[in-house]
Structures are given as C-alpha cells and as structure tokens.
C-alpha cells in the first residue's frame, strides 16, 4: 500500500502565493508519475498539473505560467508552488501518484482565494 499525505493549503489573497507539498510513503519501487488535481465545488476534479518520469511537465492551460510542479525523487515528494492565485483557483486540491502501475490519491487539501 502507498499513502499519499498533502500539506501547504490555506487561505490566501488574490494575487498571493502558496506551495502544496504532497508525501509519498510505503510500499515504494517506482513512481512512474506524480501530480495535482482540483475540484471546485460542484464542478468535475480536473488535473492541475502533472510530472512524469523523466521530469516532463503538462499543465492545464490555466495555470500555465503561474503554477509551478517539481519532485524530490529522493524524498517521494512533488510540489506544486501557485503564484498569483485567483479566486477561480479556490478548490480542493488531490495528489495523485501512479506507483508500480495503480493510481492512489490523497486525502486533499483546502485553497481558497479570495477577491
């Protein structure tokens, strides 16, 4: 079994800045991919950011050029730093891992921004 376990959320201005992390541990070969996703309230979750072995990056068009994701390989550890966060940007936010071929998610983490 793998457990994922996020920090970093919170409140936050529009305009503002904060950086999710999300922790990796057990029954660990190989991430083959690692990432972020979102769901606002009654919306579908979508994925935010993703990276994969290798270290290629997708971004959904709107975060792209202020969400950055990065990974600790040594750790089992990816991060998502979110800069100038806007109000749209309010959901829970989920990490996803594709470990040794299943998909295990987070329990999430709250990001509102208010106006």
């Known amino acids: 079994q793998v457990q994922l376990v996020e920090s970093g959320g919170g409140l936050v201005q529009a305009g503002g800045s904060l950086r999710l992390s999300c922790a990796a541990s057990g029954s660990i070969v190989s991430i083959n991919a690692m990432g972020w996703y979102r769901q606002a309230p009654g919306k579908q979750r979508e994925m935010v950011a993703r990276i994969i072995s290798g270290g290629t990056t997708i971004y959904t068009d709107a975060v792209k050029g202020r969400f950055t994701i990065s990974r600790d390989n040594a750790k089992n550890t990816v991060y998502l730093q979110m800069n100038d966060l806007k109000p749209e940007d309010t959901a829970d936010y989920y990490c996803?891992?594709?470990?040794?071929?299943?998909?295990?998610w987070g329990q999430g983490t709250q990001v509102t921004v208010s106006s």
């Open positions: 996803n891992s594709l470990v040794q071929g299943k998909n295990y």
